[in-house]
T-cell receptor
Framework: QEKVQQSPESLIVPEGAMVSLNCSFS?????SIWWYQQHPGKGPKALI?????GNKKEGRLTVYLNRASLHVSLHIKDSQPSDSAVYLC????????????FGAGTKLTIKP | GALVYQYPRRTICKSGTSMRMECQAV??????VAWYRQSPQKTFELIAL?????????EQNFTQEKFPISHPNLSFSSMTVLNAYLEDRGLYLC????????????FGEGSKLTVL
């Protein structure tokens, strides 16, 4: 059974700082990895995904995937107070039907 | 755009009673719906995966007898928490997939269950 671990559990940084969030997963057969953002009282919203080893950049977000070490990270450049949210790492595996397993999340707070 | 609506947004129920929650996909066909529970202990657990025209797959620790799910068409799913107790508290989220094994789910805002 796929296990997804995220670190840190929470993070407080000043506005403008670079933020780095980590996620490790257990199954090397994992297909795509997604990062979701969840604001208080809202459902998670998909931000960015990666499938192949290496990195992918979209705006202020960069995601790095290392399949050998089963690790993925999300980096947010020039963080804004509106980036304050819980960030969830989600790993997708196809067992006939696609199953998506989430980590418990990292609570990010950006101080103005 | 793809939107998912969940209702009710929150329910307070007495221990031993049941709560039904609904999930509506608007603007796309939800070929599969995954029900999750986000608990006060900060876990994010998959309860079951429902794909139209396939059997519903429940995860370990979750059963059809406790969490019956209906997924009659490509826009609607419902789940009931039967005989709810304190450990069933949490935010129940439905995530709908357009299919294609992309790993992307569209979530509703969740149904928060409080058990007294």
């Amino acid at each position: 059974q796929e296990k997804v671990q995220q670190s840190p559990e929470s993070l407080i940084v000043p506005e403008g700082a670079m933020v780095s969030l980590n996620c490790s997963f257990s199954d090397s057969a994992s297909q795509s990895i997604w990062w979701y953002q969840q604001h208080p009282g809202k459902g998670p919203k998909a931000l960015i995904s990666i499938f192949s080893n290496g990195n992918k950049k979209e705006g202020r977000l960069t995601v790095y995937l290392n399949r050998a070490s089963l690790h993925v990270s999300l980096h947010i450049k020039d963080s804004q107070p509106s980036d304050s949210a819980v960030y969830l790492c989600a790993v997708s595996i196809n067992y006939g039907n696609e199953k998506i397993t989430f980590g418990a999340g990292t609570k990010l707070t950006i101080k103005p | 755009g793809a939107l998912v609506y969940q209702y009710p947004r929150r329910t307070i129920c007495k221990s031993g009673t049941s709560m039904r929650m609904e999930c509506q996909a608007v603007g796309f066909q939800a070929t599969s719906v995954a029900w999750y529970r986000q608990s006060p202990q900060k876990t994010f657990e998959l309860i079951a995966l429902s794909t139209v025209n396939s059997a519903i797959k429940y995860e370990q620790n979750f059963t059809q007898e406790k969490f019956p799910i209906s997924h009659p068409n490509l826009s609607f799913s419902s789940m009931t928490v039967l005989n709810a107790y304190l450990e069933d508290r949490g935010l129940y989220l439905c995530g709908a997939s357009r299919g294609g094994n992309t790993g992307q789910l569209y979530f509703g805002e969740g149904s928060k269950l409080t058990v007294l």
